[in-house]
């Protein structure tokens, strides 16, 4: 098999849902989740710390540990992102959840594995991309690049030129951001179940 074609199934929705994601829709769905409110704001950091470090230990270290703090403040910066592209902060993240309002305590969850899923479908994209592709063939890189951009082009997302191949050669975050773009945009790997 060539390098492009491996590739091309490295990077299959499929593959990638196999591999990658569903254990990150098997850990979310799998965390037993004791009430959909909280008391106090110290009981939602609390409550996010400890998906934060579920999660993170069974499918981002694998049986490795984060410290409480660290995860406190990973989940809360994530949950900041998520909140802030809907006009809100950490705040309303807690108001949510303290009320049962838009999903409440369940949405912080699904906020916090759809981000660690994310994340992970990136390093497996960035992983194909450094297995497959010799850094130091130019035209190689090229080649591999224009005939990714001929084989998911109408997906990338637009803010990569898929007509000018050798600006992405030297640094392909563009491209493998795009990519990931476009499949939460578009895929059923970032679907819940």
């Keep these: 098999m060539n390098k492009i074609a491996s590739i091309l199934q490295a990077l299959d929705e499929r593959t990638i849902a196999r591999r990658v994601a569903l254990a990150h829709d098997e850990a979310r769905m799998q965390y037993p989740l004791r009430s959909n409110t909280v008391p106090t704001i110290e009981a939602y950091f609390d409550?996010?710390?400890?998906?934060?470090?579920?999660?993170?230990s069974l499918c981002v270290?694998?049986?490795?540990?984060?410290?409480p703090a660290d995860a406190r403040s990973f989940a809360k910066a994530i949950l900041e992102r998520e909140y802030k592209r809907r006009h809100g902060d950490i705040v309303s993240?807690?108001?949510?959840?303290?009320?049962?309002?838009?999903?409440?305590?369940?949405?912080?969850?699904?906020?916090l594995a759809e981000a660690l899923k994310a994340q992970?479908?990136?390093?497996?994209?960035?992983d194909v991309f450094d297995r497959y592709v010799a850094p130091n063939s130019w035209e190689?890189?090229?080649?591999?690049?224009?005939?990714?951009?001929?084989?998911?082009?109408?997906?990338?997302?637009s803010s990569v030129n898929i007509y000018q191949p050798e600006r992405y050669a030297r640094d392909f975050e563009?491209?493998?951001r795009g990519f990931v773009e476009a499949l939460k945009a578009a895929s059923s790997v970032f679907r819940r179940l």
Excluded: T
Excluded at 47 to 56: C, E, F, R
Excluded at 61 to 67: L, M
Excluded at 120 to 126: T, W
């Design 47 to 56: 409550l996010i710390a400890s998906y934060y470090k579920y999660h993170y």
């Design 174 to 176: 563009p491209v493998i």
């Design 93 to 111: 993240a807690f108001q949510d959840s303290l009320h049962g309002l838009n999903g409440g305590a369940r949405q912080a969850c699904d906020y």
């Design 120 to 126: 992970a479908v990136e390093n497996y994209v960035r």
């Design 61 to 67: 270290a694998r049986g490795g540990a984060i410290s």
């Design 140 to 157: 190689q890189k090229v080649e591999i690049i224009r005939e990714l951009f001929a084989h998911f082009g109408q997906i990338i997302n």
